[in-house]
């Protein structure tokens, strides 16, 4: 036992000393928070209003002057048709011209098929729906009115609706549902817990190679078992793993804060202003609802099981890939071992959208009950809400499944290690399995 | 009698689709010297993995100092494998360090002995140099010393000279000496025979998979004396005569100067060679042809071959 503490020392100190932790640890959490907050920066970025010429023959936009985005300006029907109109906007520095035709008969429904907008580059979504969203106020008003409604009943009804969704959790307590801060989250902690095991086995299967190119594979294992080598080797640089991983959310969490807070603060400004100017009441900043919908989110819960799978997921994959590192002489030789080995992971990556509008259908259950794909899918499901049940059998088959890898991959490291310049077939492994101590 | 350091009994281990050990029984006496010899793939790294316990085998047992070898038993023992390195981008220190703990010494032991074999071989500079700045003499001379360190009883080298420059080759020969004195018994394992002669005082010869030969060189010298001498002189009379029991060979003269090859049937002792020669000619040189262990080795597997 104290000679694998001692090898998990090694394994451990002598990676976190290198330049390259250091450099990762570092950077890793400031590309993160940047990916984080850059989003909500450019989106917080005031951007000059567009300007659009209007020719509205119908006077159907009652000469509205637009929004804070986008001005409206209008050409005089009687004394411009469209060519002439268009010409005018071409030369000017206007960046979309609106034509509203009249239809002869005066019906509305013409107006709606027939009207035209043109842009300078392409027309924007966000353009688009600005023009017909605010055109089918104006429509609905004016059949309103025609019906004889009382205008001034028509000025207030604008209906503006936003849904607050919510998922009936266990319990009476209904959570506050934020699918796309779920999917966000789901999908960010499956990509990491992938790229993580991927990493970190990788460092493994770079570990056994190093040792047996070095030749002092053999110095070592006179003085313990192949056995404790591996899991010493395993079981350090999954330390190493974690310890990053720590490093990462702690500094990340406190990047984020620091960020959103200076950011927080400078947009409450303008929204206090904002109100004091118009007297009404300011919207509630973007970010603050940001972190208000990630602060819904179990983060413990998200966090501790993501240990729990990178661990299992981690041990299960890094004794495959210590027994893949073992049968070959170097970093070149290991293609064809590789495959099988890495395309469960790659699998679940490519389900992950299934899994993720989905949450709890049959591929998502499943593919979170396999070992080999559990770790990942079931990160994406976590944010979801997962029944204990389900997690504690998927947590349990993964520890039974990396005891079985690594029993597996015991018995093909003890031979391969000691195997040089020969190129191994699977034939070959599957004898080494059944070779006695 | 001493109890052998290690005694084997009818060893096997076979892999897949050959057999590597077939009945190896070896005793090697405490204190000894023991040349394990034999041409590549007779079975002899095999063998020493046994002793190392990096593999177990197929039947048969061995006994370490009359007890049957146990997992602790590793840390008596001192490996020098064939294929043998060093972590290049540790230090030598550090990884002088962590070998040693491995063989189960303290913090503190381990730092002890490396002081004194560092300042043995006037090292101690290199401490805090990575392996991949070192020559590879250098970094053999750091092998050696992690071999020893730990103070085992015994002591395994397999091909030790392979790779080792001369300089370092009769450091590493010297210090095994001192070692020996010093109570450990040494297995040598080579297939160049010629090389560990010297120093080996009981050897045993391995080929495909079975034992060939064992006991101390001395005896095996003599069990395969070839009774042929080569000697070289100025005859005095013009014809050299000898009686039926001593035939001659080869004859060769040259400015009066005389060399000749004679064998002697087995019961003419070397005394009664050279008084037969000494009223015949001025003696210079007299030399009984001993074999090598390489030539004994060829006999016996040829013998072997031809049965």
């Known amino acids: 036992m104290n000679k694998i503490l001692l090898i998990i020392q090694r394994e451990f100190s002598s990676r976190v000393r290198k330049k390259s932790f250091l450099v990762m640890t570092i950077i890793g959490p400031i590309l993160f928070a940047g990916l984080m907050i850059a989003p909500i920066l450019l989106a917080s970025l005031p951007e000059g209003p567009k300007k659009i010429w209007v020719l509205d023959e119908a006077y159907i936009l009652d000469h509205d002057k637009g929004s804070s985005n986008y001005t409206l300006n209008y050409f005089p029907p009687d004394e411009l048709d469209l060519d002439a109109a268009k010409t005018v906007f071409e030369e000017s520095e206007y960046d979309a011209f609106l034509y509203i035709p009249l239809s002869e008969t005066g019906a509305l429904d013409y107006i709606q098929r027939n009207t035209l907008l043109y842009g300078k580059k392409n027309v924007s979504l966000n353009m688009e729906g600005y023009i017909s969203k605010l055109m089918e106020g104006k429509i609905a008003n004016k059949l309103l009115l025609d019906l004889g409604v009382n205008p001034e009943v028509v000025a207030q009804v604008k209906p503006n609706v936003s849904l607050k969704k919510f998922s009936l959790g266990e319990g009476e307590n209904a959570q506050e549902s934020n699918t796309e801060i779920k999917m966000i989250t789901g999908y960010t902690a499956g990509f990491f817990i992938y790229f993580f095991i991927f990493l970190y086995s990788a460092q493994v299967m770079r570990g056994v190679i190093e040792e047996k190119s070095n030749r002092i594979i053999e110095v070592i294992i006179s003085s313990v078992r192949p056995f404790q080598l591996m899991m010493g080797k395993i079981i350090g640089i999954g330390s190493v793993g974690i310890l990053q991983f720590i490093i990462w959310v702690v500094l990340s969490l406190g990047l984020f804060q620091g960020a959103s807070h200076f950011l927080l603060k400078d947009q409450m400004d303008t929204a ?159 004898k080494w399995l059944k070779y006695k101590g | ?138 970094a053999q001379k750091i092998q050696f010393i992690t071999t020893v360190l730990h103070d085992p009883e015994l002591l395994i080298f397999d091909e030790p000279f392979s790779g080792f420059d001369p300089i370092n080759t009769n450091l590493i020969k010297a210090e095994i000496q ?53 000697i070289s002189g100025i005859p005095a009379t013009d014809a050299l005569e000898f009686p039926p029991n001593i035939v001659k060979e080869s004859a060769k003269t040259m400015k009066g100067h005389v060399s000749l090859t004679v064998k002697v049937n087995e019961e003419v002792s070397t005394n009664q060679l050279i008084q037969t020669l000494l009223p015949q000619m001025e003696i210079h040189d007299f030399k009984e042809v001993i074999p090598s262990v390489n030539d004994i080795f060829i006999q016996r597997v040829q013998g072997k071959s031809q049965e």
């Open chain 1, 272 to 430: 206090t202003m904002v109100e004091a100017k118009t007297g009404g009441v300011a919207e509630v900043p973007e970010i603050a609802q940001f972190q208000e919908r990630l602060e819904s989110l179990n983060f413990p819960l998200i966090l501790s099981t993501f240990l729990v799978f990178f661990l299992g997921g981690f041990f299960l994959y890094g004794s495959l890939f210590a027994a893949v590192g073992s049968a070959v002489d170097n970093e070149t030789d290991t293609q064809q071992f590789m495959l099988p080995v890495t395309i469960p992971l790659i699998l679940a990556i490519v389900m992950a959208t299934n899994v993720i509008e989905n949450p709890d259908g049959p591929i998502a259950f499943w593919f979170s009950m396999i070992p080999l794909t559990s770790p990942i899918i079931m990160m994406i499901r976590i944010p979801f809400g997962v029944a204990p049940w389900e997690l504690a059998l998927s947590i349990g088959l993964l520890i039974g499944g990396f005891i079985f890898t690594t029993w597996l991959a015991g018995k093909i490291y003890r031979t391969g290690i000691l195997m040089y310049g020969k190129k191994v077939s699977y034939k070959e492994l599957y």
């Open chain 2, 178 to 230: 001192e070692l020996r004195k010093n109570g450990a018994t040494v297995i040598f394992s080579t297939h160049r025979m010629e090389s560990v002669e010297e120093i080996c005082d009981h050897i045993a010869l391995i080929n495909q998979s079975k034992k060939v030969l064992e006991g101390s060189v001395e005896k095996i010298r003599n069990d395969y004396r070839s009774h042929r001498y080569v």
């Open chain 2, 1 to 138: 009698m001493q109890k052998p350091t290690i005694e084997a009994s009818n060893v096997s281990k076979a892999y897949q689709g050959h057999t590597a050990l077939d009945g190896l029984s070896i005793q090697i006496p405490k204190g000894s010297i023991y040349g394990l010899l034999g041409p590549n793939g007779a079975g002899k790294t095999t063998f020493i993995r046994l002793l190392n316990q990096i593999t177990a085998p197929d039947s048969g047992h061995i006994l370490f100092d009359g007890e049957p070898l146990k997992p602790s038993d590793v840390q008596r023992i001192g490996y020098l494998p064939e294929e043998r390195g060093l972590y290049k981008k540790m230090k030598v220190g550090e990884q002088a360090m962590y070998l040693a703990r491995l063989k189960g010494l303290s913090d503190s032991q381990a730092r002890e002995k490396l002081k004194y074999w560092f300042e043995k071989f006037e090292i101690g500079p290199w401490w805090n140099k990575k392996i991949e700045e070192l020559s590879k003499g250098m």
